[in-house]
Each structure stands twice: as structure tokens, then as C-alpha cells.
């Protein structure tokens, strides 16, 4: 099972900064088969980025994913208020598919 | 538009089972798998399983093999996963998700890009 530890727990930053999201792997991916997730309180899970950088449809292009092997990067590049919420990264290399324990943004 | 409606709320007692359903509806329901994958209260998501609703082909999360059974209904578009001898840390949220494939059937990415609204599974005495 490929561990994915996320940082930090939780980040607080202003309206207009730049987020940065962390997601490390226990072991190097063959590909770049990560996802990237947001969920608000109460609600579902919303796909943002997949194969690590490819935005998903309806995303606006703030969102940004990078990296390979075993280190992973989500950037917001100017936070907005409605970007509060926990993120979660998610490896399917391998299954089973395992998710990271989530990074918590709050916007000041 | 693409969605997956989840059945409602659930409270059961431990050692019982419990039966979820995920409709789909906005495409063609034979050409994209489906996931389950749960959330504990406050807690991070765990992926349960998948189903390919074409075939019936089904693959579960080795810590569930034996309790959990994903099964389709093609006729109303339907997608149900029963999960047995109930323990108190199954409470959780439940979600079906779907598989975005490669635009074919039969095709599978392992990531989810339509989440269904969950249902909330209480085990409890």
C-alpha cells in the first residue's frame, strides 16, 4: 500500500497569497498517476488536477499541480475566500488507491 | 448533466448490513466504472472498492474482501454496495464515484471526477 503523507496539517494565509500544498509518497510512481482533491464542509469531494498537473474541467487555472516521483505540489497561485477547504492528494499507481491525510486552508 | 444520486441515511446495529445505492444518470452508464470510497467522521477517504457496470466485474480493498459486495442494476442505472457484519468503525460517509476511463469501456483511470452526494452509515447499539 503506497503511503501518501501530506503538509502542512493546516495553513492560513490572506486573500491574493500563494498557496503551497505538499503530498510525498513512500515509494516513486511509475507515472505521474496523482490527483488532487477539495472538499468545503459538508460536502462531497471535487476533483481539481489528475496526472498531476492536468486541471480538471471547470477548474480555474489558479489551481496548479506539479511534481513526479515521490513529491507532489498543488498551488494556489491567489487565494480566494471560496478556496477555503481541506485538500486531499491521491495516488492510482497502485491499488489500492489511498489518499493523504488532507491539508486544511484557511483564508484569514 | 453527469450525476450520481445517493440513497439516504442509515443507522445500524453492529454485527448487521446495510445496502447503498448510487443511480447515475447523464451518461452511458455501461461505459464508466464506479468506485466506493468512505470518509469516518472527521477522518480522511478510504477507497472501498470498484465495479465495472458492463460486466459485473468488481475489485474490493483486501481489508474489506469478504463484507463488502458492489453489484449493478443496468435496467434503472444502478450501482449497490452491501456491506456486512457491521463493526462500529464502519460509521462513516460513503460516496460513489466515477471513473473517468479513457472514453471507452472497459477503461479505467483509478481517479474519480463525479463524487455522489454520500450517505451517511451509523453503526451503532
Known amino acids: 500500500e503506497s503511503d501518501l503523507t501530506q503538509s502542512p496539517g493546516t495553513l492560513s494565509l490572506s486573500p491574493g497569497e500563494r498557496a503551497t500544498l505538499s503530498c510525498r509518497a513512500g515509494?516513486?510512481?511509475?507515472?505521474?498517476?496523482l490527483a488532487w482533491y477539495q472538499q468545503k464542509p459538508g460536502q462531497a469531494p471535487r476533483l481539481l488536477i489528475s496526472d498531476a498537473s492536468s486541471r480538471a474541467t471547470g477548474i480555474p487555472d489558479r489551481f496548479s499541480g506539479s511534481g513526479s516521483g515521490t513529491d507532489f505540489t498543488l498551488t494556489i497561485s491567489r487565494l480566494e475566500p471560496e478556496d477555503s477547504a481541506v485538500y486531499y492528494c491521491q495516488q492510482y499507481d497502485s491499488s489500492p488507491f489511498t489518499f493523504g491525510g488532507g491539508t486544511k486552508v484557511e483564508i484569514k | 448533466q453527469v450525476q450520481l444520486v445517493q440513497s439516504g441515511a442509515e443507522v445500524k446495529k453492529p454485527g448487521a448490513s446495510v445496502k447503498v445505492s448510487c443511480k447515475a444518470s447523464?451518461?452511458?452508464?455501461?461505459?464508466?466504472?464506479i468506485h466506493w470510497v468512505r470518509q469516518a467522521p472527521g477522518q480522511g477517504l478510504e477507497w472501498l472498492g470498484i465495479i465495472n457496470p458492463k460486466d459485473g466485474w468488481t475489485d474490493y480493498a483486501q481489508n474489506l474482501q469478504g463484507r463488502v459486495t458492489m453489484t449493478t442494476d443496468t435496467s434503472t442505472t444502478t450501482v449497490y454496495m452491501d456491506l456486512s457484519r457491521l463493526r462500529f468503525q464502519d460509521t462513516a460517509v460513503y460516496y460513489c464515484?466515477?471513473?473517468?476511463?479513457?472514453?471507452?469501456?472497459?477503461?479505467?483511470?483509478?481517479?474519480?471526477?463525479?463524487w455522489g452526494q454520500g450517505t451517511l452509515v451509523t453503526v451503532s447499539s
Open positions: 515509494h516513486s510512481f511509475s507515472s505521474n498517476y
Open positions: 464515484v466515477r471513473d473517468p476511463g479513457l472514453g471507452r469501456p472497459d477503461t479505467r483511470r483509478n481517479y474519480f471526477d463525479t
Open positions: 447523464g451518461y452511458t452508464f455501461t461505459n464508466y466504472q
